[in-house]
Antibody, heavy 123, light 108 residues
Framework: EVKLVESGGGLGQPGRSLRLSCVASGFTFDDHAMHWVRQAPGKGLEWVSG????????GYADSVKGRFTISRDNAKNSLYLQMNSLRPEDTAFYYCVKDINGYPSPRSAFDIWGQGTIVTVSS | DIQMTQSPSSLSASIGDRITITCRAS??????LNWYQHKPGKAPKLLIY???RLQRGVPSRFSGSASGTDFTLTINSLQPEDFASYYCQQSSSTPPLTFGGGTKVEIK
């Protein structure tokens, strides 16, 4: 079964850090780009960041650029999101997502999503 | 960045209805447009990629089409399990991979 399982969410204080993790199973992890997508309460989906199969082609949404860092460990079938300088507007459900493509490109589409992990930023 | 304007933001429909949801790109995206379904408490699901290609396992009542910078998701014969939110996403220009604002489909 193809699966993505996120962890690491929870309550974070403004200005502090959290690290999200995602473990993949059921597919060849290092054949695919991976992404983080979030949904704030009552809002729509927002792409946060993406990374190519070989840790190249990294991109970020303007809203998180300079504060969040995406990384992956293909040996551990794992994707990470280091979230620094947290803001209340980072409060959201965060989804780990598999790309059908090996790197973020016009042919990208997100075919497998995790169940998500919730991040709440509040003092 | 490319903006995706999705309409309507919500609609009410009955079982068996045919509905259409539209996304307009702020510039040409050459057919690099995906559609997702999202139900509360569940992971989003890829329905259509590259504007009109049906994802494996998605019922054939779902279809996608394109005309210039306008893209349409059509659901023929709406079923109870189709009541959900739907999002378009452009992948032509990355980053960012922009989503539309979403359309909530509710039971009339």
């Amino acid at each position: 079964e193809v699966k993505l399982v996120e962890s690491g969410g929870g309550l974070g204080q403004p200005g502090r850090s959290l690290r999200l993790s995602c473990v993949a199973s059921g597919f060849t992890f290092d054949d695919h780009a991976m992404h983080w997508v979030r949904q704030a309460p009552g809002k729509g989906l927002e792409w946060v960041s993406g990374i190519g199969w070989n840790s190249g082609d990294i991109g970020y949404a303007d809203s998180v650029k300079g504060r969040f860092t995406i990384s992956r460990d293909n040996a551990k079938n794992s994707l990470y999101l280091q979230m620094n300088s947290l803001r209340p507007e980072d409060t959201a459900f965060y989804y780990c997502v598999k790309d059908i493509n090996g790197y973020p490109s016009p042919r990208s589409a997100f075919d497998i999503w995790g169940q998500g992990t919730i991040v709440t930023v509040s003092s | 960045d490319i903006q995706m304007t999705q309409s309507p933001s919500s609609l009410s429909a009955s079982i068996g209805d045919r509905i259409t949801i539209t996304c307009r790109a702020s510039q040409t995206i050459s057919g690099f447009l995906n559609w997702y379904q999202h139900k509360p408490g569940k992971a989003p699901k890829l329905l259509i990629y590259a504007a009109s290609r049906l994802q494996r396992g998605v019922p054939s009542r779902f279809s996608g089409s394109a005309s210039g910078t306008d893209f349409t998701l059509t659901i023929n014969s709406l079923q109870p399990e189709d009541f959900a939110s739907y999002y378009c996403q452009q992948s032509s220009s990355t980053p960012p991979l922009t989503f539309g604002g979403g359309t909530k489909v509710e039971i009339k």
